[in-house]
């Protein structure tokens, strides 16, 4: 049996979606001064053969991988208020999710 890998070389871009319901359907407000939390697109360019890349999943679609300078775009909550910025994973644990 043969393995077959595909590698998507140049500029990529993945996007990371953690929780959409939970993000979408609801409306999040800020632990700190309880402002309206709004969605605000994060990206980063990364190279899969810089040290950092290791915190980045670089798989892409069919099996594949990515390789040289990817893309990653993913969503964080800005407090419309404050201005303070919020991961998903840090509303949820305070939200209790």
Same mark, same amino acid.
């Given at each position: 049996?043969? $393995?077959?890998?595909?590698?998507?070389?140049?500029?990529?871009?993945?996007?990371? *979606?953690?929780?959409?319901?939970? $993000? @979408?359907? +609801? +409306?999040? @407000?800020?632990?700190?001064?309880?402002?309206? $939390? %709004?969605?605000?697109? *994060? !990206?980063?360019?990364?190279?899969?053969? !810089?040290?950092?890349? %290791?915190? #980045?999943?670089? !798989?892409?679609?069919?099996?594949?991988? #990515?390789?040289?300078?990817?893309?990653?775009?993913?969503?964080? $909550? %800005?407090? !419309?208020?404050?201005?303070?910025? #919020?991961?998903?994973?840090?509303?949820?644990? %305070?939200?209790? #999710?």
């Amino acid at each position: 049996m043969k $393995l077959k890998f595909k590698f998507w070389f140049g500029n990529s871009t993945k996007h990371i *979606i953690d929780n959409p319901i939970w $993000l @979408y359907t +609801k +409306k999040h @407000y800020c632990p700190e001064c309880r402002g309206e $939390l %709004r969605r605000v697109d *994060i !990206s980063k360019v990364v190279n899969s053969k !810089s040290p950092e890349a %290791r915190d #980045y999943d670089f !798989s892409a679609p069919g099996g594949g991988f #990515y390789h040289g300078n990817v893309k990653f775009i993913w969503t964080e $909550l %800005r407090c !419309s208020r404050c201005g303070k910025q #919020y991961t998903v994973k840090e509303i949820k644990k %305070r939200e209790n #999710y």
